[in-house]
């Protein structure tokens, strides 16, 4: 008997393909989108947003930062690494051009790391961005693999749409014909490398090198990509070429099959408990969409070769017939696939959302956090970095105005008689604190400023140890402020989350009770975001300027 697949979990794949592809997206343009029936795209909507993976803004629906979960474990199964996206920033620092790398998917190459230095160019291509093979360097080194019947797909594929206007990820516009691809194939099958010589747009120019399995079949493709205005498409190649197979050896070199896992040692990273949901939204919450979600993301683990059914189960804590199901749905949909018993997840699993999240900088990801604390304490939230001895706003959320210069993002104020400035000043290791205290030396900017040095530092060692700090009409008469640290996945202090109000006649500490329970709740799930968005792609986080760690500090930013 042919396995059954779950059709809760293949609807709830069409809403996430059908969320990813478009702006601006309400219930409606769903089911115009996928043709389900409004009331199955309701149930959809109302389980994917208790799952955390969609938020409601007015009628419009988000995808949230929750959901790169899911391509997270693709590329973290796929053997990438963080370490591995820091080489990629470190060689594009060094070149001084983007560098990526991308994998074969289908008759497409999907990028799986970018280092973006993007000039004069339209399109800047992010970690989930899908390309046709014809129009970009790594297609040439993939299609090399390409058999009769992977040609024929191929094919049809440019006969119908040769414009490529099923890859969202292309620059709108007429595209000129692509040359013939075989003949690409041909030549770099005899160099050893490919060329995209403004395939996509005019002045787009990219040099690829193959990263290849043990097996020789390019895994990856790592690219260098330029501009015409700073290099000929040949010149561009004579220059990266030596640094792209020397990394392309290293990267060959990393043991594919890190079987990070025991049988049995599993633990689920994320225990699959939706009788809370279920008994919330009865009929309305779709349990077998989470459990689908749930085996997805289990695949994580499956380094090299895959996982056995008997570890999904484990990780998901669901029944082996169910969890089989639920892999599949997924097989038949394109996101995993199966060899003997060993289950693992596929590049595509990027599309469901990966490309459009990834695009996402760090201000993006604050701010709908910042706007949910806001309404809840009725009062102005904001989130600062420290910029040498000042800090600096990065994303705000304002209700009420409390200070008498306005906020915008960019300003800037003194980092010791600010509650954020503390934050962040405690966070740094001790002689970086005293060399910034001495660099802008305390003055009274109130009459209640703390400038004698010995009490400033007593105040933030307070809020090291507090993991809060305040400030009470310190940077100006009448505001009060309380500020917690918002962490990077190391634990190092990257910014600081702070709620500014009137001081009011209230003692501060019933100020500090007051907000503090909402500030922590805040920092913790903007931290979960951050981590979440951060695990592939170090340029998102702000950097740290304190002690440099290796490769840190000089980071692509785009
Ligand atoms: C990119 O990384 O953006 C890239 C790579 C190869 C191409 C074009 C773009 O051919």
Same mark, same amino acid.
């Given at each position: 008997m042919p396995e059954e697949s779950v059709r809760p979990l293949q609807r709830g794949l069409a809403v996430l393909r059908a969320l990813a592809v478009a702006e601006q997206v309400r219930a409606g343009d769903l089911v115009r989108a996928t043709g389900l029936a409004r009331s199955t795209v309701d149930r959809v909507v109302a389980t994917l947003v208790r799952l955390g993976h969609v938020r409601e803004h007015g009628q419009e629906l988000h995808?949230?930062?929750?959901?790169?979960?899911?391509? *997270?474990?693709?590329?973290?199964?796929?053997? $990438?690494?963080? %370490? &591995?996206?820091?080489?990629?920033? /470190?060689?594009? =620092?060094?070149?001084?051009?983007? &560098?990526?790398?991308? &994998?074969? =998917?289908?008759?497409?190459?999907?990028?799986?790391? @970018?280092?973006?230095?993007?000039?004069?160019?339209?399109?800047?291509? /992010?970690?989930?961005? $899908?390309?046709?093979? +014809?129009?970009? !360097?790594p297609g040439a080194l993939f299609a090399a693999e390409w058999d009769e019947a992977a040609w024929a797909a191929w094919r049809a594929r440019v006969a119908a749409d040769p414009g490529g206007r099923a890859f969202p990820a292309l620059p709108p516009g007429p595209a000129s014909p692509p040359p013939d691809l075989a003949e690409r194939v041909e030549r770099s099958r005899e160099t050893g490398w490919a060329l995209d010589d403004q395939l996509i747009e005019p002045g787009l120019i990219a040099t690829a090198v193959p990263v290849r399995d043990a097996a020789g079949r390019p895994r990856y493709a790592l690219s260098a990509v330029s501009h015409t205005s700073r290099h000929t498409a040949?010149?561009?190649? +004579?220059?990266?070429?030596?640094?792209?197979?020397?990394?392309?050896?290293?990267?060959?070199?990393?043991?594919? !099959?890190?079987?990070?896992?025991? +049988?049995?040692?599993?633990?689920? =990273? @994320?225990? #699959?408990?939706?009788?809370?949901?279920?008994? +919330?939204?009865?009929?309305?919450? #779709?349990q077998s969409l989470a459990r689908g979600l749930a085996v997805l993301r289990a695949l994580g683990p499956a380094r090299g070769e895959g996982l056995p059914l008997t570890a999904i189960a484990a990780a998901t804590g669901l029944p082996r017939a169910t969890a089989r199901r639920c892999l599949h749905t997924l097989e038949l949909e394109g996101y995993a696939a199966h060899d003997g018993r060993l289950y693992r997840p596929l590049p595509r699993v990027l599309e469901l959302g990966y490309a459009r999240l990834s695009r996402l900088g760090f201000a993006d990801i604050a701010e709908p956090h910042l706007r949910q604390l806001a309404g809840r304490v009725h009062q102005s939230a904001s989130v600062t970095v420290l910029d040498g001895t000042d800090i600096l706003y990065v994303a705000r959320a304002a209700t009420v105005r409390v200070m008498s210069v306005s906020i915008t993002l960019g300003t800037r104020f003194p980092a010791y008689p600010t509650a954020m400035g503390r934050v962040l000043l405690a966070g740094l290791p001790p002689q970086e604190r005293a060399r910034l205290l001495k660099a802008d030396p305390p003055r009274p900017l109130t009459h209640r400023t703390v400038t004698d040095p010995a009490a400033l530092h007593a105040v933030l060692d307070r809020a090291a140890a507090d993991g809060r700090a305040t400030a009470d009409e310190e940077l100006e008469e009448g505001l009060r402020s309380v500020a917690v640290p918002i962490k990077n996945a190391e634990g190092d202090v990257i910014a600081a989350l702070n709620v500014? @109000?009137?001081?009011?006649? !209230?003692?501060?500490?019933?100020? &500090? /009770?007051?907000? #503090?329970?909402?500030? /922590?709740?805040?920092?913790?799930?903007? %931290?979960?975001?951050?981590?979440?968005?951060?695990?592939? *792609?170090?340029?998102?986080?702000?950097?740290?300027?304190?002690?440099?760690r290796s490769g840190e500090g000089a980071r692509s930013r785009t």
């Amino acid at each position: 008997m042919p396995e059954e697949s779950v059709r809760p979990l293949q609807r709830g794949l069409a809403v996430l393909r059908a969320l990813a592809v478009a702006e601006q997206v309400r219930a409606g343009d769903l089911v115009r989108a996928t043709g389900l029936a409004r009331s199955t795209v309701d149930r959809v909507v109302a389980t994917l947003v208790r799952l955390g993976h969609v938020r409601e803004h007015g009628q419009e629906l988000h995808l949230t930062p929750r959901l790169m979960e899911l391509g *997270n474990a693709y590329l973290a199964a796929s053997g $990438l690494s963080g %370490e &591995v996206a820091a080489r990629t920033a /470190r060689l594009a =620092d060094e070149l001084d051009e983007s &560098v990526s790398l991308a &994998v074969p =998917d289908g008759d497409g190459v999907r990028f799986v790391t @970018q280092a973006a230095r993007r000039r004069a160019m339209s399109v800047a291509f /992010r970690i989930g961005d $899908l390309l046709p093979a +014809e129009r970009c !360097a790594p297609g040439a080194l993939f299609a090399a693999e390409w058999d009769e019947a992977a040609w024929a797909a191929w094919r049809a594929r440019v006969a119908a749409d040769p414009g490529g206007r099923a890859f969202p990820a292309l620059p709108p516009g007429p595209a000129s014909p692509p040359p013939d691809l075989a003949e690409r194939v041909e030549r770099s099958r005899e160099t050893g490398w490919a060329l995209d010589d403004q395939l996509i747009e005019p002045g787009l120019i990219a040099t690829a090198v193959p990263v290849r399995d043990a097996a020789g079949r390019p895994r990856y493709a790592l690219s260098a990509v330029s501009h015409t205005s700073r290099h000929t498409a040949r010149g561009l190649a +004579e220059l990266v070429l030596p640094r792209l197979r020397e990394e392309a050896a290293y990267l060959e070199s990393l043991p594919a !099959a890190v079987p990070p896992y025991a +049988e049995g040692e599993l633990t689920p =990273d @994320q225990p #699959l408990d939706t009788a809370d949901a279920k008994a +919330e939204l009865g009929p309305g919450f #779709l349990q077998s969409l989470a459990r689908g979600l749930a085996v997805l993301r289990a695949l994580g683990p499956a380094r090299g070769e895959g996982l056995p059914l008997t570890a999904i189960a484990a990780a998901t804590g669901l029944p082996r017939a169910t969890a089989r199901r639920c892999l599949h749905t997924l097989e038949l949909e394109g996101y995993a696939a199966h060899d003997g018993r060993l289950y693992r997840p596929l590049p595509r699993v990027l599309e469901l959302g990966y490309a459009r999240l990834s695009r996402l900088g760090f201000a993006d990801i604050a701010e709908p956090h910042l706007r949910q604390l806001a309404g809840r304490v009725h009062q102005s939230a904001s989130v600062t970095v420290l910029d040498g001895t000042d800090i600096l706003y990065v994303a705000r959320a304002a209700t009420v105005r409390v200070m008498s210069v306005s906020i915008t993002l960019g300003t800037r104020f003194p980092a010791y008689p600010t509650a954020m400035g503390r934050v962040l000043l405690a966070g740094l290791p001790p002689q970086e604190r005293a060399r910034l205290l001495k660099a802008d030396p305390p003055r009274p900017l109130t009459h209640r400023t703390v400038t004698d040095p010995a009490a400033l530092h007593a105040v933030l060692d307070r809020a090291a140890a507090d993991g809060r700090a305040t400030a009470d009409e310190e940077l100006e008469e009448g505001l009060r402020s309380v500020a917690v640290p918002i962490k990077n996945a190391e634990g190092d202090v990257i910014a600081a989350l702070n709620v500014a @109000q009137h001081a009011g006649t !209230a003692p501060l500490e019933e100020t &500090v /009770r007051a907000l #503090l329970p909402a500030l /922590r709740e805040t920092a913790a799930a903007m %931290e979960a975001d951050l981590h979440t968005a951060a695990r592939f *792609n170090g340029g998102l986080m702000p950097w740290r300027t304190y002690p440099p760690r290796s490769g840190e500090g000089a980071r692509s930013r785009t």
